[in-house]
């Protein structure tokens, strides 16, 4: 199982129209949009969990792409410093 990061997503994304993106290229196994706590839009980024070869597709595919008015960005999640996974 592979976790993507996705970047400079509109504050308009929900879960649905972000799996909706995704799908084509696999099973979503987990997904999780930030959200502002206040007003509840997306903070521009979430991450989306499908199978190794499926998120390599979704990357070559996606990354770039206009989604709802923003090109976004999509790559594997790196592991932040002093965290251990």
Known sequence: MKKLFVGKLPPTTTEESLEA????????????????????????????????????????????RAFEGNFINVKFEKAQKGKRR
């Open 21 to 64: 993106l995704f799908t084509p290229f696999g099973r979503v196994h987990s997904l999780k949009l930030v959200r502002d706590i206040f007003s509840g839009h997306c903070k521009g980024f979430g991450f989306v969990e499908m199978e190794g070869h499926e998120a390599r597709s979704a990357i070559a595919n996606l990354d770039g």
